[in-house]
């Protein structure tokens, strides 16, 4: 089962920002700014990885295990939605 | 106080791989890898980046704060050293 | 669903055994033990945390979204097992 | 150097709540609650762990490092201070 379309642009645009904090990491350090303004912006891409994990973990769940919006289980349709808050709450 | 040019070479060594890691994870979603794949390659970078984190923290309580291998009070040297420890067994 | 007899006993054990490492914990700051090694203590909790986390979720996913060992459907069976070391490697 | 008496008493305060906190995981797991509700337990007791960190970390970079507030030289309390402030940032 592959992903929708929608869904892949949105984690591109979720990467590539990603790619542009780590670059902005790099020329921090080229240009010798303080250690902990360094810090900060590792930090947020530390937190950005993190929703970029979360966000992957559900696509996962819902395009290759279970689909809360459309099981037909409600047990199991539960159990995933269940499982999409508690990833959320873990890596937000 | 300035970071010596080999230090900031080592960092620079270490933001520049994250930031290949970070392409690798750019090119797995545009080339449709699973979703299992692609999230253990986000595991590399969350790695990574804690290991960049653990290294600049170093670097900041040695040349900002106190560096263990240069100062006189012994108290202090050894307060130094035990941060640094700790933040390395914590972001490894 | 619910759990089986012999998981949930895992799972005690385990709370257990972080109830005792908190406890730990305290003894170590009441005696006035240095910072460093209650520092070293508090890591080892959180370690604990992550892996009642790990194992909690693996539970989750098997009895009340998909059990990879149960599973007819071959593409879910796989996607439910691909979570599970996905969130293995991100706890442990 | 040790800790003031009322620093003491306030990481005590907060390990005593972590304890509580492992205890009402342990119950919930006993009364067969929902895993979702434990996990949920869990990530709040990770939360207290992290708040303990910190606050460890900080009392041990005060006294047994530099003390933002006390220390003469300037750049030092400075970079102190910074370290306080980066290791809120991380474990918050």
New interface residues.
């Given amino acids: 089962?592959?992903?929708t379309t929608k869904d892949?642009a949105k984690?591109?645009a979720r990467?590539?920002r990603?790619?542009g904090q780590?670059?902005a990491?790099?020329r921090a350090?080229?240009a010798?700014i303080?250690?902990?303004d360094?810090?900060?912006l590792?930090?947020s891409?530390?937190g950005a990885?993190?929703g970029?994990?979360a966000e992957?973990?559900e696509?996962?769940?819902r395009?290759?295990?279970?689909d809360p919006a459309r099981e037909p289980d409600s047990?199991?349709a539960?159990?995933?939605q269940?499982?999409i808050?508690?990833v959320r709450?873990?890596l937000k």
């Fill in positions: 089962m592959s992903h892949k984690l591109l990467v590539r990603i790619r780590v670059e990491v790099e350090l080229e010798d303080g250690c902990a360094v810090l900060m590792v930090a891409v530390r990885v993190n970029l994990t992957l973990m696509e996962h769940i395009h290759h295990v279970v047990d199991r539960r159990g995933a269940e499982l808050d508690v709450t873990y």
